[in-house]
Every structure is written in structure tokens, then in C-alpha cells.
């Protein structure tokens, strides 16, 4: 127990930590290039935050939050997403009231009570972005031409765009008739959940995970062919906008998306390679959830992107991420004067950028020259007392072997 992370969690390790570092820092610049700018919330919220948000119908509400009273008796569950929270930070602080649109990204961890698989943690990590105030389909391009760039960006050519419209309330309401009656005859074989959907919220059984609810909506009404007008005229400008950025697309009415708050477009980018666990990026636009949530009537569109799946879908895509730069020299020491030589030596390099290294341990010279070799360190530069009276030291190339005596301050010169 003790010695075992819970079920559904990974550590990261040394060894691995400098993909993360690069896809995150790659992330910021790309959403700083596109103008988002990045909000940070707490891990934890109301748990009314997220049965309101997403939905108390959908999955994640219904059976994968981490929920707990806290000892002030609340209720209180750890982000299982990150629209919601970003949006309830949005309206506390009145940003609503600011010139709008705005432009939120985040990267963040998310928490879910799910059946761990490959690219399915109970802990896991998402980057996301939103924008807040337009229903213009120029703000749906502008999220789903990032998430775009990003992924392509990073050498993944085995994805594709799939786009489709999920409607407003308005016209979600024939679509919900139309689907309850083709239901009807297969009600008996629904799962306990999707017998509770089908009275409030039939859509969300397309979206079910059990195989025979999968079976089951095979062939079922789309919502695509129930659109009103307003959001058929949507979903046309919105391919538009694609076509003249230059994104590729394939229109997939089988999208429904497992957050209720989602209205007109939605959308995933679907990597190869990844088996079941396949949409690396999800999101859509959700014109309600800022007014559900207590703000004003305000329209919004955003994504998630599992990070996870985007690491796996690297790897599967044979893409080599670049390792962390190794030491420029780790300076060996023998004796005690040379110790103090040695740390003089060590700021003044660091202090000029270079990356250099001692032995912490004060291990004896054969020691030293063995970590040097365990940090990968290019060069070694040797003092003991003859160095240091002549005022120059030994510096050994640890890829070809050769040894070069150089005077101290001229190392610098050697190391560049
Ligand atoms: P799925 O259908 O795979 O369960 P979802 O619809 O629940 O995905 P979203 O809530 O839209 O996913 O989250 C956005 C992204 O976060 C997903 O596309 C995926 O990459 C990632 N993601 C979601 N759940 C997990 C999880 N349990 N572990 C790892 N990544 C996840
Ligand atoms: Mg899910």
C-alpha cells in the first residue's frame, strides 16, 4: 500500500519529465502566439459547479468524480474538467464586464473515476483554451486552427479533424423525439443508466461506453439532419472558415461529446495508433454554460486535450522528442584547496550560463570522474594542487578522451 501510487496514477520520473516539459512549453507559446493568455484555478471546487456544468446526465457526473465532504460539510469534488472552473473564475471576477471576447488557456490536472487503461488515468492532464463572448464562427476556427497547429505542429500526421453540429436547445427538441421513438422498441436491453437517460436526456446515450447501448443507437437519428436554421447557417460558416484556413475536416455526425454544456459545434482531432483510447483533443461550443452558471447570457467555445494521449500518440508516431541538454563540464577536485578553487570556478561558469556540475558527494577523483560519466558531462575539468599553482587547468573531452591543460580563466573560452 505504502509503496504503491493508487490505481488509475503514473509518476512522471526524471527520465521521461522533458517530454512533458517540451509539449507544455510548446503549448504556452503557441496560445501566447495566438493571443490566449493562461488562468490557473484550484484543483477543487463545489461539487455543484460540475453537477450544474457538465451535466448531471453524463458520465463523468453520474459515476467518475471524486467528491468529498471537506470538515466544514461541503461538498466538494476535484476538477474532473476544466471549462466549468475557468468559467466560474470568469464570472466571479466580473471579467464578463471587460472588452470581450476573452481568451483563457490552461494546463492543468483533471480527475476522473474511470477504468484505468492505456491513455485512461484516474489522474490525468489536460491543456485547454477557451474563448468567452462572441458566437461568432470565427472564434470556433480560431480554437479548433490551434489545437490544429499544436498537433500537427509537434510532427503528428496521422490525425484527423472530425467537425459536426449537436444544435441549440431549440432544435435539440425534435432530435430528442425523434430519438426517444426509435428507442422505444430497445428500452428493455438499455443499461440502468441510459433507461434514466432516455426520460432526461436521450442524447446522451449515443455517447454511452457499454457495448450494448453502443449497438443498440446504431443507426439512430442524427442530430445533424434536425438543425434550425440559425445553427445550420452555423455549421456552414464554420466549414467555410476552415476551408480558408487551410484545415482539413471530415463532417462525423456520430459526435456527441460526454460534457452536456456543449451546443452547435463540436469537434475531436482522432490520432492512429491509439486504439480505443483515439481522440487526443475534444471540444465544441457551449452558448449556456456561462448564464447556467450564475454569469451573464454570454456565449462561449473551447477544447480539452489530453495529455496522456497526446505523449502515447507521439510515441506512436515515432516523433523524437530532444533530450535535456547535457552538462557543458563537471569540474573534478583533489584536495581541500582545490575544493574551494573549485566552488570559486563553479559560480563564476554558472553565472555565465554554462552548465556545470561538482560532485556533490566529495567523493574521491575516481568517484567524480564515474558521476561525470552518469551525468553524460562533455567535458572534465581537473584541479589539484599542481593546477593550481600554475594557474591552469586539465581538461579532459570526455567524447574523445583528449586532455588539454588550459589557464583558469580561459576556460571559458574552451567550454564555448
Ligand atoms: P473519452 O470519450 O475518451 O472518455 P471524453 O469525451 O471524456 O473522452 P473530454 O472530457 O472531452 O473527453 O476531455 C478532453 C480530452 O481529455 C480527451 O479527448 C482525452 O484526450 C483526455 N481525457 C479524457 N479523459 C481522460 C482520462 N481518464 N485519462 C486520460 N485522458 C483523458
Ligand atoms: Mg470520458
Redesign the pocket.
Known amino acids: 500500500m505504502l509503496t504503491k501510487a493508487p490505481k ?1 496514477t503514473k509518476d512522471v520520473l526524471a527520465d521521461e519529465v522533458y517530454k512533458w516539459h517540451y509539449v507544455e512549453e510548446k503549448f504556452a507559446q503557441i496560445c501566447k502566439k495566438y493571443g490566449f493568455k493562461e488562468v490557473r484555478t484550484p484543483v477543487f471546487e463545489h461539487t455543484e459547479l460540475f453537477s450544474r456544468g457538465v451535466g448531471d446526465t453524463t ?2 457526473v453520474q459515476k ?1 468524480m471524486y467528491t468529498f465532504e471537506d470538515n466544514g460539510k461541503r461538498s466538494i469534488t476535484l476538477r ?2 476544466g471549462t466549468s472552473p475557468i468559467v466560474r473564475a470568469f464570472v466571479e471576477h466580473k471579467q464578463y464586464a471587460e472588452v470581450q471576447p476573452t481568451k483563457y488557456y490552461y494546463d492543468i490536472d ?1 480527475f ?1 473515476y ?1 477504468k ?1 487503461q492505456s ?4 489522474a ?3 491543456f ?1 483554451i477557451e474563448i468567452f463572448g462572441t458566437d461568432n464562427m470565427l472564434a470556433d476556427a480560431e480554437v479548433i486552427a490551434l489545437a490544429d497547429e499544436f498537433i500537427r505542429g509537434l510532427g503528428i500526421t496521422d490525425v484527423e479533424l472530425h467537425i459536426n453540429s449537436i444544435g441549440c436547445p431549440k432544435c435539440r427538441k425534435d432530435h430528442r423525439e425523434a430519438l426517444r421513438k426509435f428507442l422505444e422498441p430497445k428500452y428493455d436491453q438499455l443499461c440502468d443508466t441510459c433507461k434514466d437517460r432516455y426520460e432526461r436526456n436521450p442524447m446522451r446515450i449515443l ?1 454511452c ?1 457499454s457495448p450494448i447501448c453502443q449497438e443498440l443507437v446504431k443507426g439512430a437519428p442524427v442530430m445533424m439532419d434536425y438543425l434550425c436554421e440559425d445553427c445550420k447557417a452555423a455549421f456552414e460558416d464554420l466549414k467555410k472558415n476552415l476551408t480558408a484556413s487551410g484545415i482539413a475536416f471530415t463532417v462525423d455526425p456520430g459526435i456527441v ?3 452536456d454544456y456543449y451546443t452547435k459545434t463540436a469537434f ?2 482522432v490520432a492512429g495508433g491509439l486504439g ?8 465544441g461550443r457551449y452558448d449556456n454554460l456561462i448564464e447556467e452558471l450564475g454569469g451573464p447570457d454570454m456565449p462561449g467555445v473551447g ?8 505523449l502515447l500518440t507521439l510515441e506512436a508516431a515515432g516523433v523524437e522528442i530532444p533530450e535535456p541538454e547535457k552538462p557543458d563540464a563537471l569540474i573534478a577536485v583533489m584536495g581541500d584547496e582545490a575544493k574551494y578553487e573549485g566552488l570559486k570556478l563553479l559560480k563564476s561558469l554558472r553565472d555565465k550560463g554554462f552548465l556545470v556540475e561538482m560532485d556533490p558527494a566529495g567523493r574521491k577523483f575516481k568517484g567524480q570522474f564515474k558521476y561525470a560519466d552518469h551525468t553524460g558531462a562533455k567535458k572534465v575539468i581537473i584541479l589539484g594542487d599542481d593546477e593550481i599553482a600554475s594557474g591552469k587547468a586539465s581538461v579532459k573531452d570526455m567524447t574523445t578522451g583528449e586532455q588539454i591543460s588550459v589557464p583558469i580563466d580561459e576556460l571559458e573560452n574552451e567550454l564555448r
Open positions: 488509475g458520465d463523468i467518475e474532473p474538467e483533471c476522473r474511470e484505468p491513455g485512461r488515468l484516474r490525468f492532464h489536460q485547454g455517447d461506453k461529446r460526454g460534457l475531436e482531432f480505443a483510447q483515439s481522440t487526443v483533443c475534444g471540444g477544447f480539452g486535450l489530453g495529455i496522456e494521449r497526446l
